[in-house]
């Protein structure tokens, strides 16, 4: 009788693809001030919104707060908000459709720029026309039209006189609480950053400690050196205690290490990084992938990637492990924009397009949210669980000496995005099998080479890498297959196969 290959296969799940990413030129799945994705009249009202510029997330309650030039609309918590949800809150105006400007403690001078909202529920408002920044305590509960708690850049809440010194300021455009206490303003009318030490303590126009960008707090000289800026429009104070300072004149990023350890009348320090610059002498302008153009307040997931938007490119820049970039940097990943060399900003607007976006910030699931300024809305953008399910088919099989066994492994994109994998196996051959792998499936673009695959597997879709097996002898062979997005090393989703010979 002749022998009679039995082939057993053993499967072992690993936990699935898990990581958190976004694609580029994904769509938004969200969008604020916009009764949809194809429109963008500006409006004032509780739907409705007119050139969103920055964007903050109260920690404590979830509650997104949006910056609207003469206001600063509450929305509810960032997990319940669905495309063309209302506003419940606005400060700065009595209601949605008023538009007022001036002093006092309960008006903006009609341009307000940054925002952030501490760990304690306070929100920080830069008022750039009255040249200051407002404390509102307990924000996420506050009545529409209430007053601020606190004024610093101004004695009280109705002068709003623009100077330069450790107690004045001169258009300040963007603030970051960082998790020592202390509050950062980038004046960039001053080309300057402020830092406030333990601000929530502070009375109305106390003096700032710290001054990044001058060597003292009475100039206001821009340029372009390892500790000068011009123009510094946005600050971003990260859990790690860094500060990273988007220097939009100088078309560059810096980064501040460890400025939660500066002591009072800290003045001129040097940036230990720079991103979209080879080097801290150079401001080249242009499109692409390591280069960030005039730009507005970055941000940091947690994960480490810098999110720049470029107003100027109507794009979102993702940095990749920005902590770990010395100089240059290049972005993996592009929103609004199908890849790095295009910069249209699309009329109508869609839900993956962008114009002259100005703010990022993120829930507490790490959604990405964009103020998306030109187009009068907010989108959310989701980041992806590139969750892949692996196994193997047949379970349970046979084949004869000489003959071919073919065994599917199985991998389907279970997300709504596109994403690359690579599949990889290293086998642990017995006696005379040999195995040879291709790659199908529809509508993916594969190269098999040496027992491995890249592919670009589109949403929903299955991949099948299919193992050819030829035995011409008992022995025994191991065939396990791993799955890894190409973008995530560290996540892996394994299946094996052991083929087994056995004689009757």
């Known amino acids: 009788m002749r022998p009679v290959f039995l082939l057993s296969l053993v499967l072992f799940w690993i936990a699935p693809l898990s990581a958190r990413n976004l694609e580029t030129y994904q769509p938004a799945e969200v969008v604020l001030g916009q009764p949809g994705f194809t429109t963008k009249a500006a409006s004032s009202s509780a739907t409705g919104l007119t050139f969103p510029i920055a964007i903050a997330i109260d920690p404590t309650t979830g509650k997104v707060f949006v910056s609207t030039g003469e206001s600063v609309v509450r929305y509810g918590s960032a997990t319940s908000l669905a495309s063309g949800s209302a506003a419940e809150a606005i400060l700065g105006q009595d209601d949605f459709n008023s538009s007022e400007s001036g002093t006092g403690a309960n008006r903006f001078g009609g341009s307000v720029y940054g925002i952030c909202v501490d760990r304690f529920g306070r929100l920080w408002v830069a008022d750039r026309t009255n040249h200051r920044v407002l404390r509102f305590d307990n924000a996420s509960n506050l009545a529409s039209g209430a007053g601020a708690d606190r004024v610093l850049g101004q004695i009280n809440f109705f002068t709003n006189a623009s100077a330069f010194s450790a107690t004045a300021m001169n258009s300040p455009r963007s603030v970051s609480m960082d998790p020592s206490g202390t509050l950062w303003v980038a004046d960039s009318g001053n080309h300057r950053v402020l830092g406030f030490r333990n601000a929530a303590g502070l009375g109305s126009g106390s003096a700032a400690d710290i001054v990044l960008g ?55 320090p040097n940036a230990t990084a720079v991103i979209g610059q080879v080097n801290f002498t150079t401001s080249t302008p242009g499109l692409s992938a390591n280069l960030i153009g005039f730009h507005y307040p970055v941000a940091l997931d947690n994960k480490g990637n810098l999110f720049v938007p470029a107003i100027t490119h109507s794009r979102v820049l993702v940095f990749p492990d920005a902590s770990s970039i010395l100089s240059g940097g290049t972005a993996s990943v592009v929103l609004g924009q199908p890849d790095f060399a295009t910069s249209a900003a699309l009329n109508p607007p869609t839900a993956r397009s962008l114009a002259a976006p100005t703010g990022v910030a993120f829930d507490a699931e790490w959604n990405a949210w964009v103020t998306d300024s030109s187009n009068s809305r907010v989108l959310r953008f989701r980041t992806i669980f590139n969750t892949a399910k692996l196994s193997a088919k047949p379970a349970k099989s046979s084949v004869s000496p000489g003959a071919t066994k073919k065994i599917r492994f199985l991998a389907q994109n279970t997300t709504t995005i596109a994403g690359d994998y690579l599949f990889s196996s290293k086998v642990k051959k017995g006696g005379g099998f040999k195995v040879k792998f291709s790659f199908s499936g529809k509508n993916v673009t594969a190269a098999v080479k040496k027992g491995t695959a890249l592919s670009r597997i589109p949403a929903g879709r299955k991949a099948i890498l299919t193992a050819t097996v030829r035995a011409g002898s008992a022995g025994k062979l191991k065939l396990p297959v791993t799955v890894t997005p190409s973008n995530n090393p560290g996540e892996k989703a394994s299946a094996k196969a052991t083929v087994k010979v056995a004689v009757p």
């Open 214 to 268: 001058q060597t003292t707090f009475n100039a206001q000289s821009s340029g372009l050196s390892q500790s000068k800026f011009n123009n510094p429009s946005g600050v971003f104070a990260d859990s790690e205690g860094d500060l990273w300072v988007s220097d939009s004149d100088n078309r560059r990023v810096l980064r501040f290490a460890s400025v939660t350890s500066y002591a009072a009348n800290t003045t001129g």
